[in-house]
């Protein structure tokens, strides 16, 4: 590398690091972590994982990296829908 240039790396690259984690992780338990959100009830839902390093982690889906709101997992075979 030349100096004074800094290595970039893209989003794409970030993303399969981070999410490359979990290859080869196990499932060990799902949950729903319930928040109070000024009075209305929010449900994260969470995992915890056992990563191939060992470690053991707890996962929750957000709808972004900042944490604002639950987020939904696309993928799975469809369960009855929420009946109000």
């Known amino acids: 590398m030349e100096k004074g ?3 970039k790396r893209t989003y794409k690259e970030f993303w399969q690091e981070y999410y490359g984690q979990l290859k080869g992780a196990v499932v ?3 949950g729903i ?5 000024y009075g209305m ?3 994260w839902p969470c995992f915890i994982v ?3 390093n060992g470690k ?3 996962i929750e ?3 972004d990296e900042e944490g604002n709101e639950p987020g939904f997992l696309f993928g799975l ?5 929420v009946v109000r």
């Not at 972590?33 to 959100?37: A, K, L, M, R, Y």
């Not at 075979?77 to 829908?81: E, K, S």
């Open 28 to 30: 060990l338990d799902v």
């Open 5 to 7: 240039k800094i290595m």
């Open 41 to 43: 009830e929010e449900y």
């Open 50 to 52: 056992k990563l191939m």
């Open 61 to 63: 889906l957000s709808s």
């Open 77 to 81: 075979p469809n369960v009855d829908p």
């Open 56 to 58: 053991t982690v707890q």
């Open 33 to 37: 972590v319930e928040e109070d959100n």
